[in-house]
């Protein structure tokens, strides 16, 4: 297997966090599901992730409290791997896991993902538990000096063979449950560690090699961020996806930080390796922690949002509820010209950027060239840029743009007007 075929163009899906924080259910994830099959899966968008402690017993249940209720009771089996807890996703009873949930996806043409944390549960360290394949119990594998700050429920890998044996039997278990995408947390950046943000780096690796010896394609997807761009070449070599921001919101000052980031990471976007932008906070959000609204960007924050992400190559992962989607939204996640652009064979760059404006390129295999005009500023403005700024040099006959699918004739100058914190994509025409 060649890992970076696992996913030829960058993942394009639904993740249930943004809405439903650790409380979401079956029932929620094939609702989602279902209307992602009828209306985004023609478009490209075939992930359904279910994300934070679907293994935890009466998670979001002391929301006010607790995000994450320190030792809570999880579902485990007898080999010191977390299952789904049953309340809520009553097709996992008996041993079945998450494989009836993913065989529902699959059938909707759709992939089916979780969220795991990095480690071992520390309740299997706690109770000595068994692990496949190995000799030695969880707690020999656990490494008690290596946790997350911000979740109680694992202890880090040692890198040993317990340890691989460990992450070989997980990973096993999820590829016979049907998994083809897991999103590991507390790895990409284990921030907790300031002086060593880069802690997890060996269980990356065993996560990679238990994903190699499974027989199944499964996305590698780290997080949090940001990620560490002195070590993009092993986030490269093991992962599909690191993320490049801590959990993105829907604040304009984290957006208008996301140009910054995209300029530093844009030189390692490939096929089958992804640095990530995070979710896109779009619709309704926030029910399951206790504050369910409406997303605060504009119209025009939405789009410019889309676009850097389409054209730097970022996977795109929708955050709000699916079911409650208005159409100017879904007419976001649908415009097809603007989706083609996440190919990473297209050549992109950051043109230009100051502090009231931005300027990306993108360059097709054969030869079609865009531009997106960003206004960072707080007022309406011009935004522009030469045709002899441009690489390669291009002497369009027209110009069209992408969101309004209006041509206006050639010039010297690629440039228009646009709303605060707008933008404008153009194809420019042979």
């Known amino acids: 297997m060649d890992k970076n075929q696992f996913a030829k163009t960058p993942p394009m899906g639904w993740n249930s966090y943004d809405y439903y924080d650790t409380t979401v259910n079956e029932e929620q994830v094939k609702a989602n599901a279902d209307y992602m099959a009828k209306n985004l ?166 996560l990679h090699r238990a994903i190699m010896k499974s027989g199944r394609e499964i996305v590698l997807s780290l997080s949090p961020g940001p990620a560490l761009i002195d070590k993009a070449w092993h986030y490269e070599k093991n992962a599909n996806m690191w993320r490049i921001t801590d959990d993105f919101w829907d604040n304009w000052d984290l957006l208008l930080n996301m140009f910054e980031r995209c300029e530093l990471w844009q030189n390692h976007v490939s096929q089958g390796c992804y640095p990530d932008c995070d979710m896109l906070p779009l619709g309704w959000l926030g029910k399951g922690f206790g504050q369910e609204r409406y997303s605060n960007f504009t119209y025009e924050e939405c789009r410019t949002m889309m676009t850097l992400w389409c054209i730097f190559g970022s996977p795109l992962m929708i955050g709000g509820e699916l079911t409650k989607m208005s159409e100017p939204v879904l007419s976001l996640l649908t415009n097809p010209e603007l989706l083609k652009l996440l190919d990473p064979a297209y050549r992109r760059r950051q043109v230009l950027r100051d502090r009231k404006q931005a300027v990306w390129s993108s360059c097709s295999p054969d030869g079609e060239v865009y531009v997106a005009l960003f206004n960072l500023g707080d007022e309406s403005g011009r935004v522009e840029i030469r045709l002899s700024e441009l690489e390669p040099a291009y002497q369009p006959t027209a110009l069209t743009e992408l969101w309004s699918r209006e041509t206006v004739t050639k010039s010297s100058v690629i440039g228009c007007e646009i709303a605060p914190h707008g933008c404008a994509v153009f194809r420019l025409e042979k």
């Open 41 to 206: 899966r023609r478009y490209g968008w075939e992930y359904i992730v279910v994300d934070i402690q679907w293994y935890a017993h009466k998670a979001g249940s002391r929301r006010a409290e607790h995000q994450y209720i320190p030792f809570e009771t999880v579902e485990m089996d007898e080999y010191s791997r977390l299952l789904p807890d049953p309340e809520r996703f009553p097709s996992s009873a008996g041993g079945a896991g998450f494989g009836p949930l993913a065989d529902y996806v699959h059938r909707l043409g759709l992939k089916f993902g979780i969220h795991i944390m990095r480690g071992i549960p520390r309740i299997a360290a706690h109770l000595h538990t068994p692990i496949l394949g190995s000799d030695l119990p969880a707690s020999e594998a656990a490494d008690p000096s290596s946790i997350c700050g911000w979740n109680p429920d694992m202890y880090g890998v040692r890198n040993t063979e317990a340890g691989q044996a460990y992450y070989d039997s997980l990973i096993q278990l999820y590829a016979s449950w049907g998994v083809d995408f897991i999103k590991c947390d507390d790895i990409c950046n284990t921030n907790v560690y300031p002086t060593r943000p880069f802690s997890g780096k060996h269980e990356i690796e065993m």
